[in-house]
Nanobody, 117 residues
Framework: QVQLVESGGGLVQTGGSLRLSCAVS????????MRWYRQAVGKQRELVAL???????NYADAVKGRFTISRDNAKNTVSLQMNSLKPEDTAVYYC???????????WGQGTQVTVSS
């Protein structure tokens, strides 16, 4: 059974940094796409960043230049380094693993990130 477990969320002041990590277990293969989503209160879940198995990355405009996604295929982990955090980054962040872009894949339980002003 595939499981994703996120860690690293917390409370930080505006301008601070956090690093989220996601560990994948139970998979006998490396997922082609690893993604971070976030959902703020009262808003829809949105894609923050993705990384392919080969290391190609893509970011939402709102986080470009501030967030960096990376992965370790050997350890089956994905991370999200978040710098220059803003109050509008406050959300629950979810890790997602899929084989194909259109698939729903597997989800972690989410980790709360709160940025105080």
């Amino acid at each position: 059974q595939v499981q994703l477990v996120e860690s690293g969320g917390g409370l930080v002041q505006t301008g601070g940094s956090l690093r989220l990590s996601c560990a994948v277990s139970g998979a006998s293969f490396t997922f082609n796409f690893m993604r971070w989503y976030r959902q703020a209160v009262g808003k829809q879940r949105e894609l923050v960043a993705l990384i392919t198995k080969g290391g190609t990355t893509n970011y939402a405009d709102a986080v470009k230049g501030r967030f960096t996604i990376s992965r370790d295929n050997a350890k089956n982990t994905v991370s999200l380094q978040m710098n220059s955090l803003k109050p509008e980054d406050t959300a629950v962040y979810y890790c997602n693993a899929v084989q194909y872009p259109g698939g729903d894949g597997y989800w972690g339980q989410g980790t709360q990130v709160t940025v105080s002003s």
